[in-house]
């Protein structure tokens, strides 16, 4: 099968583990060069190496940190095709628990740095001297569609990331920009994420299981294949959409 992918440049951040690492991977088979970031810089230098990907660290929530790491991306590939925003926390504290610092960490990460990530991928895919379109992808979550009330900040940051997504979608198209931007709205996958609230809930994988009526949880490769999708030009007429990969979860008729 051709590479889907090759020819283009992705930055992928969050891409030292889970979900971030599986783009990573999957980008390199399907014939990208890539840049990944994280602020876990042994693991996304393990990571970036075993794809054949260049690694930089990054936090998201660093405004010159985005500009550095386009400006590497420039200088190593000399475009940026795609950008994937998927690096994500969550805090697992509900409204009544929440302080205002951990509120604004949390939304740093989650979505003034998928913001920023936009701003500057717009910057420079409008540069791009013809070659293929651009592609912005965010990666939400289901909990943009129906609540975590255990993690009240999580859901306000993914419900806003979804319409971020939206409004950039709009915003390239009107101004004639060949930039794509969509949400992957992941359900429960088996990464970190998972691992951590797996501690506060033992059966977390069984129960997250449960939820979907193919009753398995995601892998972090079935998120990465929607994501060579989105950025390949089988997705051309694809932009502001929310591209559900939760095995069926939402769509389930409560009760049943
Ligand atoms: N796992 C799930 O069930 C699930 C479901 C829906 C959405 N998501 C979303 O998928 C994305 C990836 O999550 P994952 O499940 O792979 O989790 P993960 O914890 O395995 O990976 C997240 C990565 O982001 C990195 N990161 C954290 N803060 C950062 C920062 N400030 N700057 C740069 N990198 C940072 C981490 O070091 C880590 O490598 C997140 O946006 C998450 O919200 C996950």
Known sequence: ??????????????????IGAAIVKRYAEEGAQILSTDVDVDQGNAVAEAAGAAFIEQDVANEQGWKEVFETARADFGRVDILVNNAGIVIGKSIEDIDLESWYHLLGINLTGVMMGC???????????????????????????????????????????????KSVAVHCAQAGYDIRCNNIIPGATHTGIIDKAAQVV???VDLAASMSPMNRIGQPSDIAGAAVYLASDDARFVSGSDMLVDGGMLAVHPGY
Do not use: W
């Open 1 to 18: 099968m051709p590479e889907r992918l090759s020819g283009r440049v992705a930055i992928v951040t969050g891409g030292a583990s889970g």
């Open 119 to 165: 701003q500057n991928a717009i910057a420079a895919m409008k540069q791009n001297p013809g070659g293929p379109a651009g592609s912005i992808v965010n990666i939400s979550s289901t909990s943009a569609f129906a609540a975590l009330p255990g993690d009240v900040t999580y859901t306000a940051s993914k419900s806003a990331v979804r319409m971020l997504t």
């Open 202 to 204: 033992p059966d977390m």
